[in-house]
């Protein structure tokens, strides 16, 4: 019979429930009320997936930019673990806005990839933390491991500006940037609504794949006990007593 799992802690539960509903109020306002783009038709959809994960993207690399930097001033494989789920999953959603990119420049640009600015720095900031997680592996040493990716992780943030900002310092075939622009293109009211829903699912989401990972590590390391122990009634035998 399999043990009885604990159940989810309270923040978890919240942010689940938080993400199932942003997800929910964006799917209905970017299909159903937000309207085609004029020029680019149905397929800028994709911009309510692909914009959040991008920015998610950003962000998870800045929190391996500033967990990196406390793990060499403390020293404590804490701070460690949260660059790690932050790097693993800055990984994943830059991989994911590169697919839906080039599903997005298919239609629009009529094929799927160009020598774009944009999508030369984005794969180079992809192969840069794919690199950051690898180095963890060289070597049996966790601490030396860990300096190294810390190492890594500083130094690889300086090309998030570089992706970001490639659309205004080059000429480029990528719109410019739709959230975090000098200067904003202006955006239908609905339009903006659903990719604001987009990005708070998005964060939320990524928040609770990043909390859950961290206590991962944490019991890889030994660091916590492991989270599905039951925690059932303890059996005490009594002195004399037959079992």
């Given amino acids: 019979m399999t043990p009885p799992r604990r159940r989810p802690r309270l923040p978890d539960r919240v942010l689940a ?33 692909h914009v959040p994960a991008a920015w998610l993207a950003y962000a998870c690399f800045a929190l391996v930019l500033v967990a ?15 660059a790690q789920a932050a790097g693993e ?7 994911l806005a590169i697919v839906l990119g080039s599903l997005w420049g298919r239609p629009v640009w009529g094929t799927w990839w160009v020598w774009d600015p944009r999508l030369v720095t984005t794969v180079v900031l992809l192969l840069v933390y794919a690199g950051y997680l690898s180095v963890r592996g060289l070597g049996d040493d966790r601490d030396t491991g860990a300096r190294r990716a810390a190492a890594v992780g500083i130094l690889g943030f300086v090309n998030v500006p570089v992706v970001h900002f490639s659309v205004v310092w080059w000429r480029t075939l990528h719109q410019p940037a739709t959230v ?21 699912a998005f964060s939320l989401a990524g928040w609770l794949v990043l909390r859950r990972r961290v206590r991962a590590l944490a019991e890889h390391d030994g660091a916590l006990p492991p989270q599905d122990l039951p925690a059932g009634p303890r059996i005490v035998v009594r002195a004399g007593a037959r079992p």
Avoid: E, F, K
């Fill in 17 to 49: 429930v938080g993400a199932a509903l942003t997800s929910g109020a964006a799917l209905v306002v970017a299909l159903a009320i937000a309207p085609p783009d004029a020029m680019q038709g149905q397929a800028q959809r994709l911009m309510y997936v």
């Fill in 68 to 82: 990196s930097v406390a793990y060499l001033l403390r020293r404590d494989l804490r701070w460690d673990r949260r």
């Fill in 89 to 95: 999953l800055g990984v994943g959603m830059t991989a």
């Fill in 180 to 200: 975090l622009s000098p200067d904003p293109a202006p955006m239908d009211a609905r339009m903006a609504l659903a990719l604001l829903l987009a990005v708070v």
